[in-house]
């Protein structure tokens, strides 16, 4: 089935630094890609809906200044956070979306990648 | 996006006994999913359901599409240690759109 990877994995950073996390579609093309985010025990909660070529849009109450989404291919959606605090340590996760145009009705966003998870200290 | 409403929270079960967990939303969705997530990683799909009263089985788990179309439950028979984890719901207005998730399900199953 498809794939979506994350990296990394971990990231662990100082207050006020910027911190790059990648999401890539190995094996389709996602014009598409959705942000999340998931704090301990808690569900996920979207962040903002990543579209190739044009500007994401972000969920009410996300900063899109502070999370800087570039989505310039269609394997690859990126999330900046950009001057990191402790308060955004949490759990990044995304998914990516087949072709709408050819995925059967209905099944879009089947594909999540392993997260990332962010300590800002 | 909206939030569904998962219950119960959680379940603490021996192995070989169900489980069944259910969602409910205030608005109506095309697609109802089910996923679970392990610790540090990220969900992964376990049934779809696209048509309101489908009923689709994956092993031992059943998922039905509740025929409002604002709900749905999930079925596991005969649980195993390996059960463990944390159940999502989500619900999906068309193909497309993000996933509204539920708050999780944390089942644990003992030996």
């Known amino acids: 089935g498809a794939v979506v990877s994350q990296h990394p994995s971990w990231v662990i950073c100082k207050s006020g630094t910027s911190v790059k996390i990648e999401c890539r579609s190995l094996?389709?093309?996602?014009?598409?890609m959705f942000w999340y985010r998931q704090f301990p025990k808690q569900s996920l909660m979207l962040m903002a809906t990543?579209?190739?070529?044009?500007?994401?849009?972000?969920e009410q109450g996300v900063e899109k200044d502070k999370f800087l989404i570039n989505h310039a291919s269609l394997t690859l959606s990126t999330l900046t956070v950009t001057s990191a605090h402790p308060e955004d340590s949490s759990f990044y996760i995304c998914?990516?979306?087949?072709?709408?145009?050819?995925?059967?009705?209905?099944?879009?966003?089947?594909?999540f990648g392993e997260g990332s998870r962010l300590t800002v200290l | 996006g909206q939030q569904l409403n998962q219950s119960p929270q959680s379940m603490f079960i021996q192995e070989g006994e169900d489980v069944s967990m259910n969602c409910t939303s205030s608005s109506i969705f095309n697609t109802w999913l089910w996923y679970k997530q392990d610790p540090g990683e990220g969900p992964v799909l376990l049934i779809a359901l696209y048509k309101a009263g489908e009923l689709t089985s994956n092993g031992r788990l059943t998922a039905q599409f509740g025929i409002t179309r604002k709900d749905s439950f999930l079925n596991i028979s005969a649980s195993i240690p390996s059960d463990v984890g944390i159940y999502f719901c989500?619900?999906?207005?068309?193909?497309?759109?993000?996933?509204?998730f539920g708050k999780g399900t944390s089942l644990l199953v003992t030996p």
């Open positions: 989500a619900g999906q207005l068309d193909s497309g759109y993000a996933l509204n």
């Open positions: 998914s990516a979306i087949l072709n709408p145009g050819l995925a059967p009705a209905g099944t879009g966003e089947l594909f």
């Open positions: 094996d389709f093309q996602a014009t598409t």
């Open positions: 990543s579209n190739e070529g044009s500007k994401a849009t972000y």
